[in-house]
């Protein structure tokens, strides 16, 4: 979960395109996934999120898929708008208790930038 | 959900001095977390801020630089002591949300250490 460089993945999609940002954990401990968006100049923001239980989950216009197998965790965004223009987190952590209770380790991050 | 205020939004700093972040939460929350955020950086956990006890440091953040008071449930401050060029960096407070079972994050602290 610790950041890996100074430079971030880009995803650059077309108003009213899908896109699809992946993500790879690292802890097969972990239980509990959140996808966040963080745009320029503020604190990240929930989106959605996931227990190890499922492995798909939709809200409005987002669905994560969970892959446990391969320990990976998608955010697909239906119909991209140029407001969803941002960086984007996968968050993990283990609620099953201990000392790792709601410790939040997250990905590196993916810029997504909408062209209208 | 849980509202969250962080303060001050942005800082610049010199070198050598201190700055104290403040956290102030809408409703009581057990859990409240401090991240770093480094430029064009992901997120890294410093601290679980405990309510009556000294907080819990993760690898690499110890208390003389980052010290951590949590007086009551509301409520928190970091301490960026003794600064220099490599603390600039945004510092976010997190809680555990109830509400809607995640975590929150206040808006964060801009900091820039010259």
């Known amino acids: 979960g610790e950041s890996v460089g100074l430079h971030l993945p880009t995803l650059s999609v077309q108003e009213g395109d899908n896109s699809i940002i992946n993500c790879a954990y690292s802890?097969?401990?972990?239980?509990?996934f959140i996808w966040y968006k963080q745009e320029s100049g503020k604190g990240p923001q929930f989106i959605i999120d996931?227990?190890?239980?499922?492995d798909k989950r939709q809200g409005q216009r987002v669905t994560v898929l969970l892959n446990k197998t391969v320990k990976h965790l998608s955010l697909q965004i239906a119909a991209t708008q140029p407001g969803d223009s941002a960086v984007y987190f996968c968050?993990?952590?283990?609620?099953?208790?201990?000392?790792?209770?709601?410790?939040?380790?997250f990905g590196q991050g993916t810029i997504l930038t909408v062209h209208p | 959900s849980a509202v969250i205020s962080q303060k001050p939004s942005r800082d610049i700093c010199q070198r050598g001095t201190s700055l104290t972040i403040q956290c102030q939460v809408d409703?009581?929350?057990?859990?409240m977390f401090w991240y770093r955020q480094q430029p064009g950086q992901s997120l890294t956990l410093i601290a679980t801020a405990n309510q009556g006890s000294e907080a819990t440091y993760e690898s690499g953040f110890v208390i003389d630089k980052f010290p951590i008071s949590r007086p009551n449930l509301t409520f928190s401050t970091l301490t960026v002591s003794n600064m220099s060029p490599e603390d600039s960096s945004i510092y976010l407070c997190s809680v555990e949300d109830l509400s809607k079972f995640g975590y929150t994050f206040g808006s964060g602290t801009r900091l820039t250490v010259v």
């Open positions: 996931i227990r190890s239980n499922m």
């Open positions: 409703s009581q929350v057990t859990m």
């Open positions: 802890n097969s401990a972990s239980d509990y």
């Open positions: 968050a993990e952590t283990a609620l099953g208790g201990g000392t790792s209770y709601g410790k939040l380790t």
